[in-house]
């Protein structure tokens, strides 16, 4: 019998919410990062590792690489939330950052996904509130004309905060993890 499972880093709820409609869908388990640390990843058939995005890297994602070889990255779904648009230019730098350490040229087939989260100014607090600060301050001051459209959107959504969470977002992951089992 085929089986899969979802791990996942969430600080806020909105990676948490994706990986239960996930495990929902597929009819498995979703586990916090920690709680999957020493289990036997081979028993799966599909593996999907959710994380938010921060810069444009996927927290905890290094952590989740180190119990991977080539054989469970063959089998593995990531999934990156965040607020930025899926643009060709944010897909692959959060590739690069993430599933590209591991595997620069993809040659065991992971598969990669980004979807819309959730930001609420009001709950972010301390180191996470300077570093939004910092980025908001970075991205209006280094625009070239080409980027200014993208860095005002996220600029409005720092601001103004967004919620881009929707069940819809897991179709295409969930079709692609059933392939998997």
Known sequence: MSK????YTSK????KQYAEWIAE?????ALTLPDAK???????????????????GIVDFDKFGRMLDDELMSRLIVYGV???????????QVWGYSIGKLDPKNKNGAI???LGGRYVPDEVTGM???MMKIMRSVLLS????????QANKIKERIDGGIDMVSRDNISSLVKDARKKL
């Open 12 to 15: 806020r709820g909105s990676t």
């Open 38 to 56: 020493g289990m036997d990843l081979y028993d799966y058939d599909c593996i999907i590792y959710g994380g938010w995005i921060r810069g444009s």
């Open 128 to 130: 996470d509130k300077f």
């Open 4 to 7: 899969a499972i979802v791990i």
């Open 112 to 114: 990669l996904y980004i």
């Open 25 to 29: 869908d597929l009819g498995c388990e």
């Open 82 to 92: 965040g607020f930025a648009d899926e643009t060709a230019e944010n897909y692959a």
């Open 142 to 149: 280094g625009s070239t004309p080409d980027a200014k459209l």
